[in-house]
C-alpha cells in the first residue's frame, strides 16, 4: 500500500540525486516531500551574479559619486527648449511615415508566411519547420543591425529605415499570427469540406473570418513597437529622429534632446492609446 | 437512395472500423443510427459524403459510385448531401446569416469569394433558411451570444439553404441540454417531413432515436447487429447492441 | 449598429417577414470602405517621401561582402578565448542582460507597487504610471547615452542603462499580477487571526512569485537582444564589436559574430519558453 502511493509520483533526475522525504503519519499512511529546487536555482543565481558582476566590472560607487552628474543632465532634460519644436517636427513625421510603411509591408509579408507556419493547416513538416527557423533566425538579428546594413547596402536614408522596420515587423508578426492560427476551431473548416468547398474556399470563409481580427490587432501591436524602435534607427543613419537625438547629444544640447525626448513621448502615448482602444474593439 | 453493399473500412492504423455493412436507404427516410462510442456509427456517415474513403465493398448515393468521385465531381456530389457536426462547427465571430450564406461560397467565383460579396437573392435565401428552423430573429446576431439550441439551428439553416438531398447528422444533439435536444430533434422530423430530405442521424440516447426516428439502426463492433423500424426493437435487441451495457438515455447525466 | 442590432431582436416580437429582415440588415460596407481608405491614404502619404535610390556606388559589395561573412565566418574568432574574441563577448553580453535583468526586476517591484490602484490611492497610483511610461518610452539607446556621462563607456554602463530600462516594462507587467490579486484569501487569513506580515507571507507573496519570475525571465530575453545592440554606443557588449567590423568592411568577422549572436539568442530564447511555459503549468 505505501510502496503504490510512492511510486505515483514521479520522479525527475533531480530527486535521484537530492532522494525525496517520505513522511509516513502516526495512521501508517505516508506520502512523499521532494527535496525543494529553490537553494539550488538560488545558489545558480548568485553565482551569475557575482561572475557577471566581475565580467562587467560594475562598480555602485562610481554610479553613485557621480549621480550628480546625471541629475544635472536630467533637470536640463526636464526644461526643454519649446524653440527646437520647428526642428523636430519633420524628422519625427519621417519616423511614423517609416513606422507606417514599415508595418504594412512587413505584414502583408507576415500573413501567407504564417499560414504556411501553422501546423494545423500546412500538414507539410518540411515547410513548417524550415519557415519557423528562418523566421526565428530573423527574429535573433537586432534591428540596429539590419538597419546598418541596409544603410550600407541602400544608402542612408528613410529607405534603409523602412527595410529594417519591415524585416522586424515580419518576423514578430509572424510568430505572434502562427501561434494564433494554431489556436483557431477547424470545425467551420471541415464543414466547409463537407458542404463541397475547395481548399481555398473552405479557408478563406471559414478560417479568414476568425484569423483577421488576431492579425489585426498584432499588427497594430507591432505597430507601436515599431515607432519606438524606429525612433533610434536614425542613430545608424536610417532616417528620422534618430538622426536628430545623435546631433543634440553630440553638441550636448540636452535642452534640445529634451524636447525632442518629449515630443516622441506624446506622439507615443497617443498611438498607444489609440491603437489599445482599436485592439479592444478588436477582440 | 443509399446503398452499402459490402463495405469494409480499415483506418490507417490497422482499426477495422466497418466490417460488411449492407443497407439500403430511400429517399425521405428519418433514420438513426445506434451503438456504443467507436461502434462505427460516425464512420458510416463520413463515408457516405466521402469525408472518409471506403477500404472495400461500393457505396452509391443516387446511382452513384461514391468512390470514384474525384476533385471537382465529387465537389458538386457533396453539395447535395449536407452535413450537421456535434458542435456546430459555425464561426462563432460571425453572424447567424453570414454562416447561412457560406453554404453559398462553392458555387461562388474566386472574386465573389474573396471580398464575399453576396447577391440579394442569396442573402433572401438565407433568411427563409433562417425563418424555416425559426430563429429569423437572430440573424444579425453573432454567433457566440447565441445558446446552444440556436447555434445548432442556424448549422441546420446552413445545410438547408445548400438545399440537399440528405441531411447526416453526427451527434446533432449530443453538446445540447435535454430540452433543446428535443426541440432541435423536433426540428429534424419537421424538415424530414416537410421538404422530404433523407435525415441519417448519429445519436447516443436511445429513448430519443426510438422516439422522433422512423427506422433504427444498430451497429456493434463495425457491424449492423439491428435493422427495422423503431417501433419494433425489443429491450433484448437493444441491450444487444449496446453489448449488455445499460444503454445511454437522455437526462443520464453522463 | 447597435440600434440596428435591437431592431433586429424587436422583430421576434412583431414576427417580421423576411423580405422586411432583409430590409433591416446592418449596411457595414461603408466602415470597411472607410478603413480601407485611411489605410490606403496612410500608405500613400508614407510612400510619397521614402526615397529610393537604388543600390550605392558600395551597395553590392557590401551585400556580397555580408553574404561571403555569414557563409566564411571567422573560425579563430568564433572559437578563441581572447578578451576580443566571440565567446568571451557573448558572455560579457550575457552578464549586462543577467544584472540588468535583475536589478531592473528589483527596482521595479516598489514602482509597480506605488502604482496599483488596488493598493494606493488614484491619483498617487496614475502619477507613478506615467512616470513608468516615460522609462518606457526613452528608447535605450538613449539611456545609454546618458549614463555614459556618468560610468564612462563600457559594461558597466551598459547593466545601468538596462537597469533603468526593464523597470518600464517589468513595472508594467507586475502591475497587472498585482491587480489581480485574489484578496478573498488575506480574508480568510484576517479570519484566522494572522498580522499584517504574516499576511503578505503567506497571502500574497505565493500568489506574485510565478508571474513575477515569468515576467523576468520574459525580460531576461529582451535584454539579451537588447544588449547586443548597446555596445553600438559603446556600452559594452558584442554590438560595439560588431558594428565596427560592418563598419570597416571586415566581413568574415562579421560573419562569426551574427552567427555567434543567432545562436545565442536561440539557444536563450528556447529554455526561456520552456521554463516560463513550465511556470505556467504550475510546476
Redesign the interface.
Known amino acids: 500500500m505505501d510502496n503504490e502511493n510512492v511510486s505515483q509520483v514521479k520522479l525527475t533526475w533531480f530527486d535521484k540525486i537530492f532522494k525525496p522525504q517520505v513522511i509516513t503519519l502516526p495512521n501508517g499512511h505516508s506520502t512523499i516531500r521532494r527535496r525543494s529546487r529553490a537553494p539550488i536555482i538560488i545558489a545558480l543565481v548568485l553565482l551569475a551574479i557575482v561572475l557577471s558582476l566581475r565580467m562587467t566590472g560594475f562598480d555602485l560607487s562610481i554610479v553613485i559619486k557621480k549621480f550628480d552628474k546625471l541629475l544635472d543632465l536630467m533637470v536640463k532634460l526636464f526644461h526643454p527648449k519649446w524653440s527646437f519644436f520647428g526642428k523636430v517636427v519633420r524628422p519625427l513625421i519621417d519616423t511614423i511615415k517609416m513606422s507606417i510603411l514599415g508595418t504594412v509591408i512587413g505584414c502583408l509579408l507576415a500573413l501567407p508566411v504564417s499560414v504556411l507556419a501553422s501546423t494545423n493547416i500546412d500538414k507539410n513538416r518540411v515547410i513548417v519547420s524550415v519557415l519557423r527557423f528562418i523566421l526565428a533566425l530573423i527574429r535573433t538579428l537586432p534591428t540596429l543591425v539590419i538597419a546598418l546594413v541596409c544603410a550600407l547596402i541602400f544608402g542612408l536614408g528613410t529607405f534603409a529605415g523602412t527595410l529594417a522596420i519591415s524585416i522586424f515587423t515580419f518576423g514578430i508578426v509572424a510568430k505572434m499570427l502562427y501561434e494564433s492560427i494554431e489556436t483557431i476551431d477547424m470545425g467551420p473548416f471541415e464543414a466547409m469540406e463537407a458542404m463541397g468547398a475547395n481548399k481555398f474556399q473552405a479557408f478563406w470563409s471559414a478560417c479568414v473570418p476568425q484569423i483577421l481580427p488576431v492579425y489585426l490587432s498584432h499588427s497594430l501591436y507591432c505597430f507601436e513597437m515599431n515607432v519606438r524602435a524606429s525612433a533610434i534607427l536614425g542613430y545608424v543613419g536610417a532616417g528620422g529622429l534618430g538622426i536628430t537625438i545623435n546631433e543634440r547629444i553630440g553638441w550636448r544640447d540636452y535642452e534640445g534632446l529634451g524636447m525632442v525626448l518629449l515630443t516622441l513621448f506624446v506622439v507615443v502615448v497617443i498611438i498607444e492609446f489609440t491603437s489599445e482602444y482599436l485592439r479592444g474593439r478588436l477582440s | 437512395m443509399i446503398e452499402f453493399e459490402h463495405v469494409y473500412k480499415t483506418y490507417p492504423n490497422g482499426f477495422t472500423a466497418l466490417k460488411d455493412i449492407n443497407l439500403k436507404i430511400e429517399q425521405g427516410e428519418f433514420v438513426a443510427i445506434i451503438g456504443l462510442s467507436g461502434a462505427g456509427k460516425s464512420t458510416i456517415l463520413r463515408c457516405i459524403n466521402r469525408m472518409h474513403d471506403v477500404t472495400q465493398g461500393k457505396l452509391t448515393v443516387d446511382g452513384v459510385d461514391v468512390n470514384s468521385l474525384k476533385g471537382a465531381e465529387l465537389r458538386r456530389f457533396r453539395r447535395k448531401v449536407g452535413m450537421i457536426f456535434q458542435s456546430f462547427n459555425l464561426v462563432t465571430r460571425s453572424t447567424a446569416i453570414k454562416n447561412v450564406l457560406t453554404a453559398d461560397v462553392p458555387d461562388m467565383g474566386f472574386f465573389r469569394v474573396l471580398f464575399g460579396i453576396f447577391s440579394k437573392e442569396q442573402k433572401l435565401r438565407a433568411l427563409e433558411s433562417l425563418d424555416k428552423v425559426g430563429i429569423l430573429s437572430k440573424a444579425y446576431t453573432r454567433c457566440d451570444q447565441l445558446s446552444g439550441g440556436q447555434q445548432q439551428r442556424v448549422a441546420l439553416a446552413r445545410t438547408l439553404n445548400q438545399n440537399p438531398k440528405i441531411i447526416l447528422a453526427d451527434e446533432p444533439v449530443a453538446s445540447l441540454d435535454p430540452i433543446t435536444a428535443r426541440q432541435v430533434m423536433q426540428d429534424f422530423v419537421r424538415i424530414n417531413k416537410e421538404y422530404k430530405i433523407s435525415i441519417l442521424l448519429n445519436i447516443h440516447h436511445i429513448d430519443l432515436a426510438l422516439q422522433y426516428c422512423d427506422r433504427v439502426i444498430g451497429v456493434r463492433a463495425g457491424e449492423i447487429v439491428f435493422d427495422g423500424p423503431a417501433a419494433t426493437i425489443t429491450q433484448e435487441q437493444i441491450d444487444f447492441v449496446y453489448n449488455g451495457k445499460k444503454a445511454p438515455r437522455l437526462g443520464d447525466g453522463e | 449598429m447597435a440600434v440596428?442590432?435591437k431592431d433586429?431582436?424587436r422583430?421576434?416580437d412583431e414576427h417580421?417577414s423576411?423580405?422586411e429582415?432583409?430590409m433591416?440588415?446592418?449596411r457595414m460596407w461603408w466602415l470597411y470602405t472607410l478603413i480601407v481608405l485611411i489605410?490606403a491614404v496612410?500608405?500613400g502619404?508614407?510612400?510619397s517621401?521614402?526615397?529610393?535610390?537604388?543600390?550605392?556606388v558600395?551597395?553590392r559589395s557590401?551585400?556580397q561582402g555580408?553574404i561571403s561573412g555569414i557563409t566564411h565566418p571567422d573560425l579563430k574568432l568564433m572559437f578563441g578565448t581572447g578578451e576580443t574574441d566571440v565567446p568571451y563577448l557573448l558572455?560579457?553580453t550575457?552578464?549586462?542582460a543577467?544584472?540588468g535583468t535583475?536589478f531592473g526586476a528589483i527596482l521595479a517591484i516598489p514602482f509597480a507597487f506605488l502604482a496599483s490602484t488596488n493598493i494606493l490611492p488614484k491619483p498617487i497610483a496614475y502619477f507613478f504610471r506615467v512616470v513608468i511610461?516615460?522609462i518606457r518610452?526613452?528608447?535605450?539607446?538613449?539611456w545609454a547615452?546618458?549614463?555614459i556621462?556618468?560610468?564612462g563607456p563600457?559594461?558597466?554602463c551598459?547593466?545601468?542603462t538596462q537597469s533603468v530600462c526593464s523597470i518600464g516594462m517589468i513595472s508594467k507587467m507586475y502591475i497587472t499580477a498585482i491587480e489581480d490579486l485574489d484578496t478573498r484569501i488575506l480574508e480568510s487569513l484576517d479570519a484566522m487571526g494572522c498580522t499584517p506580515f504574516q499576511k503578505i507571507r503567506y497571502g500574497v507573496i505565493p500568489q506574485l512569485t510565478a508571474s513575477f519570475i515569468s515576467t523576468t525571465i520574459y525580460r531576461f530575453d529582451i535584454n539579451l537582444?537588447?544588449a547586443?545592440?548597446l555596445g553600438?554606443?559603446g556600452a559594452?557588449g558584442i554590438?560595439a564589436s560588431?558594428?565596427q567590423c560592418?563598419n570597416s568592411r571586415r566581413w568574415a568577422m562579421v560573419g562569426s559574430f551574427?552567427w555567434g549572436?543567432?545562436i545565442l539568442?536561440?539557444i536563450i530564447?528556447y529554455l526561456s519558453t520552456q521554463v516560463r511555459s513550465k511556470l505556467a503549468r504550475g510546476e
Do not use: C, H, N
Request: no cysteine; hydrophobic share 60%.
Open positions: 440596428k442590432l433586429a431582436e422583430a421576434f417580421l423576411v423580405a429582415m432583409y433591416r440588415r446592418p489605410v496612410l500608405v502619404w508614407s510612400g517621401t521614402i526615397e529610393f535610390e537604388g543600390l550605392t558600395t551597395g557590401v551585400a555580408v558572455l560579457q550575457m552578464a549586462i543577467v544584472l535583475i511610461l516615460l518610452t526613452i528608447p535605450s539607446l538613449v547615452l546618458m549614463w556621462r556618468v560610468t563600457g559594461a558597466a551598459g547593466v545601468i537582444k537588447d547586443t545592440t553600438i554606443v559594452g554590438g560588431l558594428v560592418l551574427v549572436l543567432m539568442v536561440l530564447e
